[in-house]
């Protein structure tokens, strides 16, 4: 009970902060009269495919930026990254027919998968745990499905669903013990043979001498627990942590280290279900 009553009492600050926070960011962003007449311009345009563009408080949300050209360029620019992964890994994006966007947000990745594939040849799922990231998915990403889900697992899908899954920039903020049971909730949402692809911090530019010793030694740092699934928290996953972890659960096909992507600086990762 007094856990239950803590965690509650830790959710409202959480809320209350950010709100807080986001409001005076907002304001800050108002003010800056060049940026918000550049985004009312590009919201006018729809995007490139037809799929409409966020409000500048959205993508905030998800980028810690309010800027909608860097929202559709980091976009293009990670889909096409995660397009080569897959390759190189031995998979074309063309061949999934039932795919998840896990932390989906306002659908930074999933609009451009009408660039390349026919809507009429796949399904796709977009799941994240921000109701307003959802609703906003739901009124303007017409060829997907959207849900809610909570922080910790499980998600409403049924076992052996999907044949691809992907979290863009997700277990970035996630504690640690939220990594493996995130993981192992992804394996059950996967068909054998499944592929997942996810991106994570592998650089430690910036950690305290402390945490940088940590993540040099092979353990996963966290800052910010408590901020579980924004982006106050941040998960720094060193490689090693991943090959002895998370291979326990699934096959590592492909890594590139952080820095390869100019716009988000992260690691990817392709993973298979044996
Ligand atoms: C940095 S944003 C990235 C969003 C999106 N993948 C993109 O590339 O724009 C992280 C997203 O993960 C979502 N998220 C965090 N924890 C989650 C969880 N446990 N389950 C689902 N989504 C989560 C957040 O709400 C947020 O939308």
């Known amino acids: 009970m007094l856990n239950r009553l803590s965690?509650?009492?830790?959710?409202?600050?959480?809320?209350?902060?950010?709100?807080?926070?986001?409001?005076?960011?907002?304001?800050?962003?108002?003010?800056n009269r060049e940026l918000v007449?550049?985004?009312?311009?590009?919201?006018?345009?729809a995007g490139k495919n037809g799929v409409p563009l966020p409000p500048p408080r959205l993508i905030y949300l998800v980028s810690g930026r309010f800027d909608l050209a860097n929202f559709i360029d980091g976009g293009a620019e990670s889909f096409g990254f995660m397009t080569q992964a897959?390759?190189?890994?031995?998979?074309?994006?063309?061949?999934?027919?039932?795919?998840?966007?896990?932390?989906?947000?306002?659908?930074?990745?999933?609009?451009h998968w009408l660039d390349r594939c026919d809507p009429k040849r796949f399904s796709l799922c977009g799941t994240d745990i921000n109701y307003q990231l959802v609703n906003w998915c739901k009124r303007n990403i017409p060829f997907g499905r959207f849900d809610l889900n909570?922080?910790?697992?499980?998600?409403?899908?049924?076992?052996?669903q999907f044949d691809f899954i992907y979290a863009f920039s997700v277990f970035t903020h996630l504690p640690e013990d939220m990594q493996i049971p995130w993981l192992l909730e992804l394996r059950r949402v996967l068909k054998p043979g499944g592929i997942l692809y996810?991106?994570?911090?592998d650089r430690y530019d910036w950690l305290t001498t402390e945490q940088e010793k940590r993540f040099k030694t092979g353990f996963l740092v966290i800052q910010s627990a408590v901020h579980a699934g924004s982006n106050a928290c941040n998960a720094y996953h060193p490689p090693e942590y991943v090959r002895?972890?998370?291979?326990?659960?699934?096959?590592?096909?492909?890594?590139?280290?952080?820095?390869?992507?100019?716009?988000?600086?992260q690691s990817a990762w392709v993973f298979k279900k044996r």
């Open 244 to 265: 002895r972890e998370f291979s326990k659960h699934l096959e590592i096909l492909f890594y590139s280290p952080g820095g390869t992507q100019k716009a988000t600086k």
């Open 198 to 201: 996810l991106t994570l911090h």
């Open 150 to 160: 909570q922080l910790i697992p499980k998600l409403q899908y049924s076992g052996e």
């Open 7 to 31: 965690s509650l009492k830790n959710r409202a600050y959480f809320v209350f902060s950010r709100w807080k926070t986001n409001s005076v960011e907002y304001a800050g962003y108002l003010a």
């Open 37 to 45: 007449s550049r985004n009312r311009k590009l919201r006018t345009l």
């Open 86 to 111: 897959l390759q190189q890994s031995g998979y074309a994006v063309e061949s999934f027919e039932s795919i998840l966007d896990f932390g989906c947000g306002c659908g930074r990745m999933t609009r």
